[in-house]
């Protein structure tokens, strides 16, 4: 028995390198990651690898070229094939390496090897909010560097604050007799109750701690307003948000739309399906001509998101690699593989159905599967917050709080110039030497002593 099997295999060994012996092959593929891929003038990829392993164990030369019209294949009403298919049908190509589907129809006319890829039909769609950790949705509604911003904003005005209240004479108008109402401790107490938009007093008397409290309470108010708008719509959108981990939940919304690559295999399944689930996703892709022309299109659409994107789930297993927004649904239909397609009755079929067993037996197939579907995400700082509110969106609010306090501050030093020039005046003295007296009273240890002076007369 031995004996035979051997005698079979050096006959179509024998065979094979009179074949591959008399021309160079001609190999037809079509650019699609991970399976063919430009880099410069040459081609790579899985299936690229894939023809130099079978090269290396059967001998043989080849060039590869791409498809022209960049289709898989597939028969119009006249009966004509385009794509891979046809190339192979009319003699312009020997060998079509690429993710082609073994079908029944494409049987019929070209001969295809054992599978090198199993797969089946799934679909992918963008990752939902619900999938994201919610412990601290009141958060949500803005970035972490828009509460970074709000912070800053309120250290910043609490500061402000105080210094004007230190600073104008008609917030402070004798600092070694009266107490000062505006403590750092009120001032940071006083900017809070703007935020809750309830107050706390007292109110700021001069002129430059009104225009500091009012554009303080105007961005309060219009930060509140974007706080609460963008929380209803994430609060919106998380309603509205259906779990959809199965075609039949898929055919059972309206939430998003969903389609799969124009006159492609996937298309025909569900075109040709007696069931009731599938037959009602083609007629919704039907009517809402929601096909695509090509899978890159398709992933586009499921990233922008509302759109669930069907095709074989090995190619939708390397989008999810590359794209970290993007999710596939578990359930599996339709169990499907790729193949090498030749001309009918060619002697090449045999000698490649026992190379690529070999491969698969060795784990070749496996290192390569491995080699061009490593997951390297694009965008995944994005998929945390992508709907937050950024201190970019609201920049001229935050202009606006800088003017208002640039301003406050201005008016409380002119202020308490304008009294410094009124002393020097009537005290016959240089307007510095006043000036620099009010600042040490307000600012130095003797203000400072007034004030826990003043402090203590009224706890007696």
Known sequence: MRAVLALVCVSALTAWSHTAGAKELSITTIKEDPYAMTRGSQLEGYCIDLVSELSKKLGFKYNVHLVKDSRYGAMDSSGNWNGMIGEIIKGEADLAVAPLTVTAVREHFVDMTTPFIQTGLSFILRKSA?????????????????WVGVLVAFLLTGLCVFLVGRISPMEWADPEADEHSFTLLHSFWYITGALTLQGAGPHPK????????????????????????????????????TSITSFEDLANQDVIDYGTVENGSTMLFFKNSNNPVYRRIHQHMERKKSYVSTMQEGVRLAQEGRFAFIGEAVSLDLAVARYCRLTRAQEVISMRSYSIAVPRGSPLVKNLTIAILQLSESGELLHLREKWWASSCVGSDETHGSDALKPYDLR?????????????????LLELLSRARSRAKDGKKSCCSVLSSELHQRFGSGGEGAEQESSDKSKA
């Open 130 to 146: 619900d999938s994201e950790d919610h412990s601290f949705s009141l958060l949500s509604p803005f970035s972490t560097e828009m």
């Open 206 to 241: 001069a002129l430059s701690g009104r225009i500091v409290g009012a554009i303080w309470w105007i961005f309060a108010v219009l930060l509140l307003a974007c706080y609460f708008v963008n929380f209803n719509s994430v609060l919106h959108n998380k309603s509205k948000h």
């Open 396 to 412: 001229g609010l935050f202009l606006l709080l800088g003017l208002g306090l640039g301003v406050g501050l201005l008016l409380a």
